[in-house]
C-alpha cells in the first residue's frame, strides 16, 4: 500500500505527512516521536485501513528539509498545534488521535486544548497525566526514570546533532536496540531515521525539542507544563506501552495512567518502540477501542 504525500504550509514551514486509504473514510492521525519517523506506523496504518480507516501519520515539524528553519519553534507545544492543524486541513470531520512518545505528550496536550477535534485519543509509551494523583502514584519510580532518561541531558547539548549523525546513526540505532531490547532492527525499518538524524539540520531541529523541554524562561514551555498539569479531559482514552520499554519504565506508565483513571494495556514482547516491534497487537487494541467510541 503506497501512501500519498501531502503537504500543508504553517508559520512559513512546509509541513509534510503521508495518507493511506480512502480520503472518504474515518479519519485517524498517528503522530511519531523521537528518534522516529511516520515510516514506523507503516503496518499499523495497513491494518486500520484494512479495518475501514483512513490514517494520515505526519512528521513532526523540523523531521523534513521543508520544515527545517533555524528561526522556527520546535517544541511539543508547537507541534501538537501543527497536528490540530492537520486535522483542520483534512476536513473529514473529528478524528482518533494516535501518539507515540513525543507524538503521545502532543496527544495529551491537543486532548485537552482542542478536545471537539478528536473523536478519541490513545498514546504509546509516555501515558496521559494531569492532577497530583497519577504523579503521587509515579514517586517510587522516579528515581529508576531519572536514570534512563538521562540521555536527555545530551540531547540539549550544542554537540547532539553531530554525534547522532556520526558513525551513519549509529548512537541512533543503540538507542533504538536500548530502549527496545528484544526488537530485530531491519535496514528497511531504520533507513528512514538514519536518513533523517544523519542530516545536521534534521539532527539539529529534532533536539531542540528537548532544549525547549527545560527551558522554563520560554513562554510556550511555561504553556506546555501548565496545561500537561492540568485535569485530564472527557475523551475516550488509552494507554498502551511495551513490558520491556527502556526509554520510560513500565511500572512508571502504568502508575500515571491509573492515577488519571485512564485504561491501560501492556503489551508483551515489546520495547519503547511496540508500535512497530508488534503492530498486529497495537492496531488490535486501537481498533477495539475506537469501536467502542464508533
Not at 496521559?128 to 529508576?144: E, F, H, N, V
Not at 543503540?174 to 544523519?198: H, K, L, M, N
Not at 529534532?206 to 485535569?231: C, D, G, I, K, N
Amino acid at each position: 500500500m503506497t501512501p500519498s504525500e501531502l503537504t500543508l504550509p504553517r508559520d512559513g514551514l512546509s509541513l509534510s505527512a503521508r495518507r493511506f486509504g480512502d480520503p472518504a473514510a474515518p479519519p485517524v492521525v498517528l503522530v511519531h516521536g523521537f528518534p522516529d519517523t511516520p515510516h514506523s506506523w507503516d503496518e499499523v496504518a495497513r491494518l486500520l485501513v484494512a479495518a475501514g480507516y483512513q490514517v494520515v501519520a505526519p512528521w513532526l515539524r523540523g523531521y523534513t528539509i521543508g520544515s527545517h528553519d533555524r528561526d522556527a519553534d520546535y517544541d511539543v507545544l508547537t507541534a501538537a498545534e501543527d497536528i490540530a492543524a492537520w486535522q483542520v486541513h483534512l476536513g473529514a470531520g473529528p478524528a482518533h488521535l494516535v501518539g507515540h512518545d513525543w507524538g503521545a505528550i502532543a496527544a495529551v496536550l491537543l486532548a485537552k486544548t482542542t478536545p471537539a477535534q478528536w473523536r478519541s485519543v490513545s498514546t504509546l509509551a509516555v501515558p496521559p497525566m494531569g492532577g497530583s494523583a497519577g504523579l503521587r502514584a509515579a514517586l517510587p519510580y522516579l528515581p529508576r526514570q531519572t536514570a534512563m532518561s538521562s540521555y536527555m541531558g545530551l540531547m540539549q547539548s550544542a554537540a547532539a546533532p553531530r554525534l547522532l549523525a556520526r558513525s551513519d546513526a549509529a548512537l541512533v540505532r543503540a538507542i533504538w536496540a536500548r530502549w527496545s531490547p528484544g526488537w530485530a532492527i531491519t535496514e528497511d525499518s531504520f533507513a528512514p531515521v538514519r536518513a533523517v538524524f544523519t542530516d545536521p539540520d534534521l539532527g539539529w531541529s529534532a533536539t531542540r525539542y528537548y532544549r525547549a523541554l527545560f527551558s522554563p524562561h520560554r513562554p510556550r514551555t511555561r504553556e506546555m507544563y501548565r496545561v500537561m498539569s492540568a485535569p485530564t479531559g472527557d475523551l475516550p482514552a488509552l494507554a498502551l506501552f511495551g513490558a520491556d520499554d527502556g526509554c520510560v519504565h513500565p511500572g512508571l506508565q502504568r502508575a500515571l495512567a491509573a492515577g488519571v483513571g485512564v485504561e491501560s494495556v501492556t503489551v508483551p514482547r515489546s520495547g519503547h518502540f511496540l508500535h512497530a516491534e508488534r503492530p498486529g497487537a497495537v492496531a488490535e487494541h486501537l481498533l477495539r477501542h475506537f469501536r467502542s467510541v464508533d
